[in-house]
């Protein structure tokens, strides 16, 4: 039986605790995610009791990697639940709209309160308007990520795209479903919703191909983006003075490994999860730095943000039909919001707006040379001049969006064009020759084509469960072996 100290010591378990999120690298969610689909098998082909278990224990997923903010959600799925229903019973457009306007208020109030009130306080104060204290305010997990969703529900209702759910609890299973829950990707109701009440039929494709997504995610956030983030990464940012100018590109050189391993890591365990359950979410990275042009980039890289910000942004602007000026000014103010989307500070708005101006430019070079045919092997060329370009433009950006502050940005940027001391590249690489070499190996994985992905996981899939319990095993030996003593947070969390 259990004694006193055993019942407390569960009960510590099950309780939220800020030092150790509940998050998909943590080691608890490993015995929570088996505990999970233990008695999913059971519950799995019965629509409503499956309904319910697994909202509840996304609630509970959510308590424990954010606290009582979990209400949070709760309180704008009773908001947006309700809001559109009655805006597709109303009549007339000008009352639909208003409620459209009433549940945009209600989610951006939200958010913009706990993520930008600081910051417009320290805006405030250094316009001397006068002298504000700043508040106390956590920024609750995933609020970005689920306010877009209810945006996009909304608007879709409020389009007659959609026809809003008649079950309250059939929306909170879609806007609690674990695996997207924290990090995205970010979900259309459209796409998911129609899945809840199917018949579920989870096949042996879904068994390997969830597999092979979270053991590959996995490995990239543990494997790649932690080591090289604790080991060299974070030592160039925290103070980049300190460090030659090669020292600096390498660190961004590593970040841009870092960033991308992290979020399209998390991305893929969600992915391969829901797998798992017979639910289908969408691709959110394809090989991003694979792209020859910053159009392309955003068409590879956070795939569900781009898809968003086009859709109820950037089309609602006017997108491409208000005249060529018009379209660079809706790319600009898009990704000017898509920067303040990721943070509250002016390094993110710098890095949306170096980005909007380069897919206006991308899109007036596309205007001037949309008639240009060039043979083959000029093509080869120009497509790896054009990711060379892409690929070092898209690091220069990270250093913004990396840099505690403008000032760590230039010195970051100086040390590099100044200050390079290319003879010191022996005894960086002496120092940090593991470091660089697990950089290599992701940016391998990185370029690798996809017929070679396809190729891994078809021979995943022909091999036994007994076979595939066993490279479960040494996964997880691997894992526990370069896993960092304190956990590393998601780089994304933060949004």
Not at 289 to 300: K, L, P, V
């Amino acid at each position: 039986m259990f004694n006193d100290i055993d019942i407390e010591k569960l009960i510590g378990q099950l309780a939220y605790n800020s030092k150790d999120p509940l998050l998909f690298n943590s080691g608890f969610f490993l015995f929570f995610f088996l505990f999970f689909l233990l008695g999913y098998q059971f519950l799995y082909k019965r629509k409503l009791s499956r309904v319910v278990y697994f909202t509840l224990f996304s609630l509970f997923f959510f308590y424990k990697a954010c606290g009582f903010y979990f209400l949070f959600i709760l309180l704008s799925a009773v908001v947006d639940f309700n809001l559109s229903n009655l805006m597709y019973k109303v009549k007339g457009k000008s009352n639909k709209k208003i409620i459209l306007v009433i549940s945009i208020l209600i989610n951006l109030s939200l958010l913009f309160y706990f993520k930008y009130t600081n910051f417009f306080i320290e805006i405030l104060n250094d316009l001397e308007v006068g002298h504000f204290q700043p508040l106390n305010l956590i920024l609750p997990i995933g609020i970005s990520f689920y306010t877009f969703e209810n945006l996009s529900y909304t608007i879709d209702v409020y389009r007659g795209k959609f026809k809003p759910v008649s079950s309250f609890l059939d929306y909170c299973f879609f806007l609690t479903f674990f695996p997207k829950l924290v990090m995205g990707p970010i979900v259309r109701a459209s796409d998911f919703i129609p899945q809840i009440r199917k018949d579920i039929f989870i096949t042996d494709n879904d068994i390997s191909r969830g597999l092979y997504l979270i053991l590959g995610g996995l490995f990239k956030k543990v494997v790649i983006s932690d080591f090289i983030y604790v080991n060299f990464v974070q030592y160039i940012f925290d103070d980049p003075s300190r460090h030659s100018g090669i020292e600096c590109l390498m660190g961004v050189y590593g970040y841009a490994m870092v960033i991308y391993c992290d979020f399209s890591g998390y991305s893929d365990m969600a992915i391969g999860m829901a797998k798992w359950m017979g639910f289908t979410i969408n691709e959110n990275f394809d090989s991003p730095y694979q792209s020859s042009s910053i159009t392309e980039f955003w068409r590879r890289w956070h795939m569900s943000l781009s898809a968003w910000l086009k859709d109820y942004l950037y089309i609602s602007l006017g997108g491409n039909r208000v005249g060529k000026f018009r379209q660079y000014f809706n790319l600009m103010i898009t990704m000017l919001i898509g920067g303040l989307w990721h943070g509250a500070s002016f390094n993110f708005i710098v890095w949306g707006g170096m980005h909007g101006a380069a897919l206006a430019l991308d899109k007036m070079r596309m205007t001037i040379f949309k008639t240009s045919k060039y043979q083959v092997s000029d093509y080869i060329v120009l497509r790896f001049l054009g990711v060379l370009i892409t690929f070092h433009f898209v690091c220069f950006c990270w250093i913004f969006f990396k840099a505690s502050s403008f000032h760590d940005a230039g010195v970051i940027i100086t040390q590099i064009f100044s200050n390079f001391n290319g003879a010191a590249w022996k005894t960086m690489i002496e120092g940090y020759w593991v470091v660089f070499s697990v950089m290599l190996l992701g940016y391998i994985i990185h370029f690798i084509p996809k017929s070679y992905q396809y190729f891994s996981e078809m021979v995943l899939s022909k091999i036994t469960i007994a076979g595939r319990i066993a490279v479960i095993l040494i996964f997880i030996w691997v894992i526990i072996q370069v896993k960092q003593s304190d956990q590393v947070m998601p780089i994304y969390l933060q949004f």
